[in-house]
């Protein structure tokens, strides 16, 4: 089976473009959620997502960044007119169930973004 | 922030077992402990997971003290691919996000 997928795997962006990050879950998993890693710092969460609804946004920037995971197709974490500071490992995982019972998250291999 | 408490990093001779600490006094009844690992650039890898009981898998063992304010991740035969920052984490199984902490870089010498 194959794992949670990620693409591009790297990212480079030009101040003031817009980033496009991709995640398709594993086969039969309907839940993912977006970590970031800072350079040299530790993963943080970013959003919670099922098919066609944000459960969780908590830890996401208020400005910039959105994230969305349609009924078809991979979910996208959009961050608009990039800066140097969203410069980071962006990892999506994905889980089986989502909160109300077993909800093991399989994570990716990540996309590294380069904000030039 | 994180619940936990890791040595910042230790240790390990190839071939030999790697006992890796972690402390977490302020757990609640309802709250598990999960074990990740991150390998240099590559998403974080789940090892396992246990509420008070031991428990062993393909990977790793994990042992709970029976007070649960601490336990302690054992792989038993250590190799270089072991190398990686390992995460404690106490969670709630119904938590949606993992909250990470700084975790324990664990070195295995050759």
């Known amino acids: 089976n194959a794992g949670v997928m990620q693409n591009p795997r790297h990212l480079v962006r030009r101040r003031g473009q817009e980033a496009r990050l991709r995640c398709s879950p594993m086969k039969g998993h309907s839940h993912v959620y977006w970590y970031r890693q800072l350079p040299e710092e530790g993963l943080k969460f970013m959003v919670y997502?099922?098919?066609?609804?944000?459960?969780?946004e908590s830890g996401m920037p208020k400005e910039r960044f959105s994230a969305e995971f349609p009924k078809e197709g991979p979910s996208i974490l959009r961050i608009q007119q990039v800066v140097r500071g969203d410069s980071a490992a962006y990892f999506c995982?994905?889980?089986?169930?989502?909160?109300?019972?077993?909800?093991?998250?399989?994570f990716g291999p990540g996309t590294r973004l380069t904000v030039l | 922030d994180a619940k936990t408490t890791q040595p910042t990093s230790m240790d390990c001779a190839e071939g030999r077992a790697a006992n890796l600490p972690c402390n977490h006094s302020?757990?609640?009844?309802?709250?598990?402990v999960y074990w990740y690992r991150q390998i240099h650039s590559q998403g974080p890898q789940y090892i396992i997971h246990g509420l008070k009981n031991n428990e062993t898998n393909e990977m790793a063992s994990l042992i709970i003290t029976e007070d649960r304010k601490s336990s302690t991740l054992i792989l038993p035969h250590a190799t270089l691919r072991d190398t990686a920052v390992y995460y404690c984490?106490?969670?709630?199984?119904?938590?949606?996000?993992?909250?990470f902490g700084k975790g324990t870089r664990l070195h295995i010498l050759p």
């Open positions: 302020t757990i609640s009844g309802n709250e598990y």
């Open positions: 984490i106490v969670r709630q199984q119904g938590d949606d996000k993992i909250i």
């Open positions: 995982a994905s889980s089986l169930r989502g909160t109300a019972t077993y909800n093991e998250q399989f």
């Open positions: 997502l099922q098919k066609e609804n944000i459960i969780d």
